[in-house]
C-alpha cells in the first residue's frame, strides 16, 4: 500500500475556521455519509525524538469500496504523520507519528482529513510533544550579526517563488550517493523581495539521516550563454536553521531555513550551495529532471565563489523549495507531470510552460502572484509511476507551498499511456478527491485538459477515447473553478489527435514554443490580485 508522508511547515490564517464552515456545510446538506471516521484516543504523548502510533478507524457502508485518502493538518516544525494512502473503508488505519530531537515542546490539535468520491470528514485528536534529553553536542551556532537600519520590518506573510518536487531516492535512478561533496543548484525565482527569503530542504523519500554541514545562498553570475558555477561575492549569505548552521534531516524530514537578508529581484538566479560531510552509501532524495546545470565537487566549496574541478549534471539533490518575504503576494502550484516539469525545453533558459506563466504574470501584477513548479516527469494521477502519485504527494507538493491560493491540474497522461485497464470513471474520482482536499484548504482549482499524444507510443484508439472522455469531464463536469484548455492549443486541427508540428517536441512533449504557447493561452483574469 503507498503511503503518504504527511507534512506541513507553518501556520494558516483563519484555516480551522474554513475548515470548520466546509465540514458543517457538507454534514447539514448530506444526511447519509458513505464513510466516516473517529480516533482510538483522544490525546497523544510523544518525547521529541521517538515515534509513536495512533489509530483511527473508518466505517463505510455496506459495498461502498471507492478510495479513502487521508491527509493531516498543518503540523509545528519537526512533526510528521505518516498515513496509509488511499485506503478503502471499514477498517483499521494505524499511522505513525513523529518528532525530532529538535521539536519544540508544545501541546498542538492534529487533524486528519479524509476524503473520497467529493465527500470529506474529519477527525482529531490532542499530541503533546515532551521534551528530549540525549547529551547531543549541538551544531555550532551563527553569532547575530547587527541589524542594518535600513532592513525592513518583517512582512505578513512567506510565499512560494520556486520550487522541485521530490520524486525518488538516487538509488532508484542509478543516480547520486553523496558524501563529502559540495552540490551548487541554481534556482530562477518567479517573484522577487525587497526583503529576505528562505529555503526548503527534503529528506522525504529517504532512508537514513542526512547531515548539512553548511549551507549558502548568493545570486548566480552566470546566465544561458555562459555557463559558470561563479556566484556573485558580495551577494554570499550564510543560511542557518534554529541560527545553527548544521543541519541533520531524519528519513522523510523537511526543513525550511530561517530567514535570509538577500534582497533580489524577480527573474533573479539564486544559486543555493551545501556540503554533505559524512552521509556515505545515503541515497539522496531527488528531482530528477532539473533542466538546469548543477555543479559537483568532492570537499567543503559552498563558500567559494566558484567550485573547483565540479562536474556537472541536471537533477536536483535536497533542495524543493524557496519562498520570498511578501505582504500580500500569493502563490500559484502547477501539479503535473513531464509536461509540467518541461520535459524537452531548452536546458538552462527557464523554458517551461509555469516559467512562461510566470513571467506573464510579473509583468501583469507586479510581484503579487508567485510560481511553483510541482511538475514531475512521468508522474501519475492514480498510480506511483515516477514519484509519489499526484494524490500522495498533494500535502507536501501543494498544501505546504507557502501563500499557495491557485492550483493548476495537469496530470492524467501518464495514466493514460502506461496503466492497463484503466477507466475515465477512475480518473475523474480521483480528480473530485484531489479538488475536495484544496477546497478544503481554500485553494481555487483550474483544471488543464490533457494534451495530444497521437504518433507516440501512447497512442492508441483506446488511449485516445480515454483522453477524450476524461477532457470532456474537465471542461464541461464542473467540478473545476475554471478550465485552462491546453489540448485546444497544442491540437493539430489537421489531426486533434496530434501536436502541431510547429509545437511538436517528440508527439507528446511540446517545444519551447509550445510551452510559449501554452503560457500564453492562460487567462491571467483568473490571478488577479485585485480579485481575491
Sequence with gaps: MPTLLVKLIGPRVARAALLSCLFFVYA????????????????????????????????????????????ASVLPPGVSVDIPSPIVGGQAVTMNVSATAAAV???????????????????????????????????????????????????????????ASAAVPSNESGAYYLTNVTVRQIAHLSIGTARGLRIKLSNALGKFAVTFGVVHVAQWAGNAETLTSAIVPATDRIVTFGGSRAVVLPPGADVVSDRIVLPLL???????????PRTSNVPATMHMHGGQTAYFSLGDSAASTVVPNAITDTVRPYLTGIEMETQSATAVVALGDSITDG???????????????????EEAFAGEVGVVNSGIGGNCLL??????????R????????????????????????????????????????????????????????????????YSTAEHEQLRQQVNAFIRAGGAFDAV???????????????????????????NDAGYQAMAEAVDLALFNPAAR
Design 28 to 71: 447539514s446538506g448530506q444526511t447519509n455519509p458513505n464513510f466516516n471516521l473517529s480516533m482510538e484516543s483522544p490525546s497523544l504523548s510523544l518525547v521529541a525524538g521517538m515515534t509513536a502510533t495512533m489509530t483511527m478507524q473508518i466505517s463505510a457502508v455496506p459495498g461502498y469500496k471507492q478510495p479513502v485518502y487521508l491527509l
Design 105 to 163: 515542546v508544545q501541546t498542538v490539535s492534529v487533524t486528519i482529513y479524509a476524503a473520497s468520491s467529493g465527500e470529506t470528514h474529519a477527525a482529531s485528536f490532542s499530541l503533546s510533544v515532551l521534551p528530549h534529553r540525549v547529551g547531543v553536542e549541538p551544531p555550532p551556532k551563527v553569532p547575530p550579526k547587527p541589524k542594518p537600519a535600513s532592513e525592513p520590518t518583517a512582512p505578513s506573510r512567506w510565499v512560494g517563488t520556486w520550487g
Design 266 to 276: 524577480a527573474g533573479a538566479d539564486l544559486a543555493v550551495s551545501f556540503y554533505i
Design 343 to 361: 520535459m524537452l525545453a531548452s536546458l538552462n533558459r527557464n523554458a517551461r510552460w509555469p516559467d512562461d506563466l510566470a513571467r506573464r504574470l
Design 383 to 392: 498510480t506511483t509511476c515516477l514519484g509519489p502519485s499526484a494524490l500522495e
Design 394 to 457: 498533494f500535502e507536501r507538493d501543494v498544501l505546504a507551498v507557502s501563500g499557495v491560493k491557485y492550483l493548476i491540474v495537469l496530470e492524467g497522461g501518464t495514466d493514460i499511456g502506461n496503466a492497463p485497464n484503466l477507466t475515465a470513471e477512475q480518473m475523474i474520482e480521483a480528480y473530485r478527491s484531489l479538488i475536495a482536499l484544496a477546497h478544503a484548504h481554500g485553494i481555487v482549482v483550474y483544471g488543464a485538459t490533457i494534451t495530444p499524444f497521437g504518433g507516440s507510443n
Design 484 to 510: 485552462i484548455d491546453f489540448d485546444k492549443v497544442l491540437a493539430n486541427p489537421a489531426n486533434p489527435t496530434a501536436i502541431l508540428p510547429q509545437f511538436d517536441g517528440d508527439h507528446i512533449h511540446p
